[in-house]
Every structure is written in C-alpha cells, then in structure tokens.
C-alpha cells in the first residue's frame, strides 16, 4: 500500500514527515439521505479517534438537526462542540475557514468550500471518500490520484466488500462486542422496556416466542407485503418502525404481527436492535455494513438514483452474497415495489430450512468481511503513507 501511494503523487511534493506521525483531519459531510451521510461519517470520525494514528479529528456538518436524531449529546444550533473528541462544526456559507488539516476527507463529493480549498498545500492531501458499491470497477478506480487545476493532491477512496476496495467501517472486536450484549438476555429486554414495548411483548420476543423485525426503509417499500409474509407464520412477528419511517403503515396489530413505533436512537442502540432481531429491514449503505455486522437475515432498500443505476448496483452486492435465489428474489421486490412478489419470495425464504440457510449465510458473510481490513484502518495507513 505505502509505495503504490508514493507512486501516486508527482515527486517532491511529499514533506518529510515521519512515517506513523499522528494525522489531523476534516471530514465534510452534507446531509442528503438524511442519516445515512452522517452516520457514515460520524462513525468514521470516532473510529479514526480511536485509532493509534490519527490526531485531532474535525467533522464539518451542514444539518446539525439530523445529526441530533442519531446523536443525542449534539447541540443543533452550536455553531462548535466537542463530542468524543471529536470536533463538530455546524458548515453554513460564509463563515469564517480555519486552516485545513493535514487529511481533507470529502464525503460523497460534497465539495468543501472554496476558501478552504485555496488554502490546501502540496502536503495536505485531500480524499474523496465514494459512495459504497459493489460493482467490479470498484477495484480499478480505487486508491486512484485525481490531479487538480490547483496542485492539490486528491485521491478517490472507495469502501468495499473486497480485499481490493477500501473495506468497511468497523470498530475493533465489534463481533465479540455484540457477542458479549447478545449472551445477557437482560441486555435485550432492558433495550425494548426503553423503547416502549409492553411487557407481554418484551417476554414473547426474548423467549423466542415472536420474531422481531427491524424495519427502517424508505417510503416507497412494501411495507405491508412485509407484514403479509410475516402474518402467514405460524409465530407471531412485532415489526419495531422509527418514528417517521413507512409513514402509510398502519401502527398496532395486524393479526399475529405487532406493528410497533419506537424512537429514534444513538448509532450504539441502533446496533443492538439490528444484534437481536431476527429479520432487519434497512435502508442506505450506513444501515446496510451495521446489517451485515449484525449477521442476521436482512432486505436492503438501495437508495434509487435516476434510470434504475441502483438496481446495478443491488444486482452486484447481490452476486457476492451467499444468498439462495429466494432470497435475492425477495431483495429485488422489495427494491421494486413488488408487493405480490416480495409476499410470495419473503414467504419462501422465512420457512425454516430456507431461514436457516439465510442466517448462516449471513453469519458467514459476516465473518469473512470482517477477516478484511477495516475502512478506518486503511484510510489512515493509506494517508500515513501518501505523507510520508
């Protein structure tokens, strides 16, 4: 990695700096998919916190109000704090621009602003961290320079599920982490008696005697084909929905399947909810890595982009899963709208050999992506070695 990245840049525009020094950063994030943007890039920000290389840590966020949602210490209308620290600025146009960091991470090409742009040297180096996908040219652009009108060093940084991509955001020991909360069964029900379940339900789902359902997609989903497949179950199901998420789904019972509102929560509770379900409905590429961590049976709603690119990109993802063709039938109609085709492929893929098959799969999956190494990791070791 170190001399691929030395090879990158033109000669004699790499100061002397040693080869592990401690890196600043700014991370730019503006809000698009309403939690999906931040949550991406707050993780990555405490994550490169935690790291052994990495110094002071600068988030810069246009939507301080959706940040909140998932980060209840923020104070929207500050325009700095320290979080974990971390420190968080409220972007809003013409505000005064401190010096750049060593490391300018843009997220998703949100553009920083100009101001700071012109202020970047030679020895700052500027990352264009890409949207996660898992179609094959993902490897070829990867890591790649991206010259520009103004000397500054840029690279593209791509996540991925291969060895040849940038990987995926995850804390170290996550795995056992979420072993060790699952082996306390009191740990699950204190989660749900805070979220505001009844007792009845909180003592069904912990005995094993009702599945839960994990549901957080975007509109568009079909979410009452969803409570068909799990109401022709002979258990019952109770479907946990954030609060403002499938608006149109009637909340309450639906025969056998409890349709319940609960609040939003902190990215740390929202792992532990995708740990203990049994099906996980997500949304986004932040919900979808936390998904694939959990190592549960889960439907991803892609976000849709204009002429159907998405479904590209689902198809992909899909070819490197371990997934029987049940499975991957249910996750295309879920992405499609298909109501009638999601019931009959869902139904399909919960009976219990197909549902066994689903959960170790995606155990599997798990484990294998997480031999990899991690998207914090490998940016840092990627930036050590382009400034050193």
């Not at 939690?35 to 990495?54: F, P």
């Not at 700095?80 to 621009?97: H, K, N, P, S």
């Not at 991957?328 to 999601?342: E, F, P, V």
Request: overall charge neutral; glycine content about 8%.
């Amino acid at each position: 990695m170190a001399s691929a990245m030395r090879g990158t840049f033109p000669a004699g525009t790499q100061p002397a700096r040693p080869p592990m020094a401690f890196l600043s950063f700014d991370i730019f994030c503006r809000v698009i998919d309403n939690y999906g943007d931040i949550g991406v890039c707050w993780r990555l920000a405490r994550q490169l916190a935690a790291t052994g290389g990495a110094g002071k840590i600068r988030l810069w966020v246009d939507d301080t109000h959706s940040f909140s949602r998932i980060e209840p210490r923020l104070a929207p209308a500050l325009p700095t704090q320290e979080i974990q620290g971390i420190e968080i600025v409220r972007w809003v146009d013409g505000m005064a621009l401190p010096r750049p960091h060593d490391v300018v991470v843009e997220a998703f090409a949100c553009d920083p602003p100009p101001g700071f742009i012109q202020q970047m040297q030679p020895g700052h180096l500027w990352i264009n961290l890409e949207y996660l996908s898992a179609e094959p040219w993902v490897e070829r652009f990867h890591a790649q320079p991206s010259p520009q009108p103004g000397g500054q060093r840029k690279a593209f940084f791509f996540p991925g599920f291969t060895p040849g991509t940038g990987g995926l955001l995850r804390e170290p020991g996550l795995l056992a982490t979420r072993d060790r909360w699952l082996a306390d069964r009191q740990c699950r029900a204190r989660l749900l008696t805070q979220l505001g379940l009844e007792n009845a339900d909180i003592q069904a789902l912990c005995a094993g005697q009702a599945s839960q359902v994990m549901l957080f997609s975007y509109p568009d989903a079909p979410a009452q084909a969803l409570v068909a497949a799990l109401g022709a179950r002979p258990e019952p199901a109770v479907v946990l929905v954030p609060a403002g998420v499938c608006p149109t789904l009637h909340r309450g019972r639906h025969g056998r399947v409890l349709v319940q509102e609960i609040p939003f929560v902190d990215q740390d509770g929202f792992d532990r909810l995708l740990w203990s379900s049994d099906l996980n409905c997500v949304r986004g590429e932040e919900s979808l890595v936390r998904a694939m961590w959990a190592a549960r049976p889960l439907l991803w709603h892609i976000y849709a982009q204009q002429e159907q690119a998405h479904l590209d990109k689902l198809r992909a993802w899909l070819d490197l899963s371990p997934f029987e063709a049940c499975v991957k039938q249910a996750m295309h109609s879920w992405n499609t709208a298909d109501a009638r085709g999601l019931t009959e492929s869902l139904r399909a893929a919960l009976r219990p050999p197909q549902l066994l098959a689903w959960q170790k799969a995606a155990d599997q999956w798990a484990r294998r992506l997480a031999s990899q190494d991690d998207l914090a990791s490998a940016l840092l070791r990627f930036c050590q070695a382009g400034l050193a």
